[in-house]
């Protein structure tokens, strides 16, 4: 399969995409302007005695994070929210197919974001939180870290006529010049109608940790399954020295009798496109392809960060917030906020003092904690939201959620194991 830039502007864009009934809120365009003046930070020196290890329980100097927590991350992937709101509209209108053609667009879109960005989002302490009311997109997100070991995060998300939500956890492992990611968890989008699809997520490598030039690499193959009238398999194209293009996706559309109805190409960082039937011919080859999705233009004076104009707006505190968040909020974690408005040392201190913090949380657990906002019915089964937390925003009603980024205190546990 080749895709050739070029071409593009030839392929049909089946919806414009500028029509939006929901209201334009004015959020920020840029992170603060550092306040000190970064410090390198040797890798090698901080991991080399970590390899085969898994990652996620290294700690790290702060230099080494995004200003922006994992619970966040959950949300930067709903950033096209709107090809759900298309699919939902398709299929009231009776369009099945470009259905679940979006939906494949959108859990492809989800890994746009992650070009350029070799920073790892802050690990969240256990039972933190993060909510994102944006109602410029239409859609209400919810995620809270529901255990520690193993590390899980659950989101909620509602948006026009579908929810969507799941957990997940990374297994991360470092091999000398690369480290893999391989996702464990199982999302699902389900519409008004009772139509459901459920997927997973491909595995992540970053390459060329010590020497070169790094970069990501999404593989794998993502199976779509629905529960009605289609599903989707794509083949995520691992990179290799000889391949011209990278980021490949590529798969098709198959009924429940196995017949391919519709064939999908494009790249997880640029745009994906589709043609009906089971045709086998190259991508460049498709004069009649239609686009589904196309990555929104990067915001200019890119900070080493490489956020995206969304990914810029995920940590604001816009005037009022910050009184109806909840004291578990990842807007409120101090050491991120001072990595944010570029105050290093404040921020290596603060993260010190709070990974501290969260070696006492197996304690917890192994005393009964439970996640405040998420529940499951056994073990093996996914964390679901059990609500009321949009309820006690609106009465800012947050007795029982503890102030997780304060002072150590030993009464903090006991809060916390009865909560």
Request: charged share 30%.
């Amino acid at each position: 399969m080749e895709i050739q830039t070029d071409d593009m502007s030839k392929f049909s864009a089946e919806i414009d995409l500028s029509e939006s009934t929901y209201p334009q809120i004015e959020r920020r365009k840029k992170l603060p302007d550092p306040v000190e003046k970064e410090k390198g930070v040797n890798l090698w020196s901080m991991i080399k005695d970590n390899v085969g290890k898994d990652l996620t329980r290294v700690c790290l100097p702060v230099y080494f994070n995004e200003p922006i927590s994992s619970l966040q991350k959950c949300f930067e992937e709903l950033e096209y929210s709107y090809l759900l709101d298309r699919a939902y509209k398709y299929g009231k209108e009776g369009n099945s197919l470009l259905r679940v053609l979006n939906v494949a667009a959108f859990a492809v879109s989800g890994y746009a974001s992650s070009k350029g960005r070799h920073c790892k989002p802050f690990n969240p302490l256990l039972g933190e939180t993060y909510e994102a009311d944006y109602p410029d997109k239409g859609v209400r997100f919810f995620s809270e870290k529901v255990s520690h070991h193993p590390t899980l995060i659950a989101c909620h998300c509602e948006g026009k006529g579908w929810k969507f939500w799941g957990d997940s956890n990374i297994r991360a492992k470092f091999w000398g010049t690369s480290i893999k990611l391989d996702p464990v968890g199982l999302l699902t989008l389900e519409f008004d109608d009772g139509e459901i699809f459920q997927w997973s997520k491909v595995t992540t490598t970053l390459h060329n940790l010590i020497l070169g030039k790094v970069h990501c690499d999404h593989h794998g193959i993502m199976q779509i399954s629905g529960n009605r009238h289609f599903s989707c398999k794509l083949k995520f194209k691992e990179r290799s020295i000889l391949e011209r293009i990278p980021h490949q996706v590529h798969g098709f559309i198959e009924d429940v009798n196995g017949t391919k109805v519709a064939r999908l190409y494009g790249k997880w960082d640029d745009s994906m496109y589709y043609i009906k039937g089971d045709t086998t011919t190259k991508m460049k080859d498709l004069s009649d392809a239609s686009l589904l999705w196309k990555r929104s233009k990067l915001p200019p004076n890119l900070t080493r960060y490489n956020l995206t104009s969304f990914a810029i707006t995920l940590n604001e505190l816009t005037p009022g917030l910050q009184e109806k968040l909840p004291p578990t909020d990842s807007r409120l974690r101090p050491d991120q906020r001072h990595l944010e408005n570029g105050e290093y040392d404040k921020a290596n201190v603060e993260k010190l003092r709070l990974e501290t913090r969260q070696r006492m949380s197996r304690k917890l657990q192994e005393n009964g904690w439970k996640p405040k906002w998420f529940n499951r019915e056994s073990v093996d089964k996914p964390f679901s939201y059990v609500g009321g937390y949009w309820e006690a925003r609106e009465e800012a009603k947050w007795d029982n959620c503890p102030n997780i980024f304060g002072e150590f205190k030993e009464e903090l546990i006991n809060s916390l194991e009865g909560s």
